[in-house]
């Protein structure tokens, strides 16, 4: 029997009305905060690629920031997903290179996320379950404050939303033109998240549980089929195009795994054991992928490209996992713990101390494990309430099989990150359909408390604070890193050039971490930049000591020796420089200087130059 379309009634307008009008305030108030403190929204890490990349794709300008490593992005495989570059491009060519705009664009997107959210509550689980999902949407503080940033888990979401929607109206209306078009979405978020393409065959599994005409169904499943292909397909061949190489969407499986299966891992930190003998920089970023390709082709005499270094990082991290299977394990668990709990861990922002800086954002609602614990609860009583009704054979009705793909959907999103690391940017694209399900659940609660029935209400609450108490426990005593915090912020005022704000928060990051070799070769140069030379000589000193043979300290150390006047310190700074990074001009020139300063000859500051290159003892290359 079909189910008949309600009709949106008119106090609903009102509501939804009242509520995109309110999210709509309240983005414009965290715009306003994004303009009056525009150097702490300047794009790093992350989005700062991000923004690299969708510029060079815009102007063909692809000037590497100061510091980073040129990836090359033009005549390579794709190190990263390239869904969201293309997307901020297509941004920047209509509104020209602002992130600003972009900001505005996510804004507006997470606005229409509202609205998809709430189509898609009020059809599911009804008019009430709706309107508080689209309430969650547009008042929950995380979301607004990742559409401030040039990251993608405003359009992954947006993408998710769209793809359920096409997926719920075929479920309603089966149409080869519907699965298409669920294909075609379902590929185009696998070009942001590659990790959502394991939905493709559940998809194609759920054909077999909706009745179709006699016939219908391969060619529904080819229809599916060409979609993602359709998507997907041009990366493919732009890859081995490029790069020769077969590489699906982007070659960071590898080195991502990596990051969460090796003995210095931590579960929430990006780190990779020898990573700086690989990049000759502290802090690599995404900019450092080739680099990576290359010192691994170093290392190995022969070239194995972005494909064969992902491979050598799989490699790396299942031998450990093999070796060590219960620390494996443990960590596997404590990741499936903390995905769903009260900490949002970000190695991009510290957001929790974003959020406590932000005048706005402190007063938000948003709690993940609060809003996972009342989907649950949303979902157990929706399926408690389905075994009371009759399911007429052949298969399910159109809202149970939406339920059970939303429930795939999660799984699949959540299970995938269970062996990586833990960033709340990771989990975030399961929060509309976890507000979904936490409408119908918070709405029957609500009904339980009206029509007095407080045994089963009081049963819910129960198992609502022990599921609570369940993830608060593992993350008891986690304080955020404000060293870090302030070491970022410091990045961002870097960016501004405004020197003065950018020693403070340094500062600020070395009283709360003293002993960080970043920091405090950052404070050094900081120092040197406000002219205070001997502090920062003996800051670069305790850098070193700390963490020696670091490029970029043995660099920032020899110039402020140099412009010190001391000449030979600063030729044994800047020679341990160039035999680190035997190409880099800055150093050789450095050294020349020193030595030429000496009153040495232009034989031997040429000879001084080759030792430095090819110390005595090794293999000229």
Known sequence: MKRRRQAVLRWEWVAIGAILIAAALLRAGYFNQVLGERPLHVPVLDAAFNHYWAKGIVTGDWTVPGGCNDPLIRMHPFGRPPGYAYFLAGIYAVAGVDHLAAILVQM???????????????????RAAGLLAAAIMGSYWLLIDFEGELLDPTLTIALALLTALAVKSWLERPRWGLALAAGLLLGLLALVRPNFLPLAPLMAAGLFFRRLPRGARPFHLAALAVGVAAAILPVTLRNWRVGGELAL?????????????NPESDLESPVIPGIEKLTHNPSW??????????????????????????????????????????????????????????????NNKMLALEREASPLLS?????????????????????????????????????????????????????????????????????????IGAGFGG?????????????????????????????????????????????????????????????????????????????????????????????????????????????????????????????????????????????????RVGLARALRLQGRTPAEIQSALDEAINPPGTKAP
């Open 443 to 587: 709405f029957n609660l609500a009904c339980l408390a009206i029509q007095c029935k407080w045994k089963p209400l009081a049963g819910w609450i129960a198992v609502n604070a022990v599921a609570c108490a369940l993830l608060w426990w593992p993350t008891a005593g986690y304080a955020p890193n404000r060293a870090y915090w302030h070491y970022l912020r410091a990045t961002q005022y870097a960016g501004d050039r405004d020197v003065a704000r950018f020693a403070a928060e340094l500062e600020q990051a070395y009283r709360y971490d003293p002993d960080d070799p970043v920091i405090t070769m950052k404070l050094g140069r900081a120092r040197y930049y406000q002219g205070r030379r001997a502090e920062s000589v003996e800051l670069l000193r305790k850098s070193l000591a700390i963490k020696p043979d670091v490029f970029e300290t043995c660099l920032s150390l020899g110039y402020a020796l140099l412009d010190d006047g001391r000449l030979e310190e600063a030729a044994q700074a800047l020679g341990r420089a160039v035999r680190l990074q035997p190409g880099d001009d800055s150093a």
């Open 363 to 435: 007063r938000l609602p948003g709690n993940f494990p609060a809003v996972f614990i009342l989907a649950a609860i949303g979902f157990a009583q929706w399926f408690l309430l389905a075994r009371r009704s009759p399911i007429r054979p052949p298969g399910f009705r159109p809202r149970h099989l939406f339920v059970c793909w939303m429930l795939a959907f999660l799984a699949v999103l959540y299970g995938s990150y269970l062996l990586f690391f833990i960033e709340a940017r990771y989990r975030i694209p399961m929060l509309p359909f976890l507000a």
């Open 249 to 261: 969407i982007s070659t960071n499986a590898g080195v991502n795994l990596y990051i969460g299966n």
């Open 285 to 346: 970023s995404q900019f450092d992928d080739l680099a990576i390709v290359r010192g691994l082709e170093g290392e190995f005499g022969r070239r194995i490209g972005f494909a064969g270094a992902s491979r050598y990082f799989s490699a790396k991290a299942w031998g450990y996992m093999k070796a060590n299977p219960g620390r494996t394990l443990s960590r596997t668990a404590r990741r499936a713990v903390r995905m769903l709990g009260p900490v949002e861990y970000s």
């Open 108 to 126: 507006a997107l997470g606005l229409v996320n509202v609205v998809l959210a709430w189509r898609i509550g009020r059809w599911v689980f009804g």
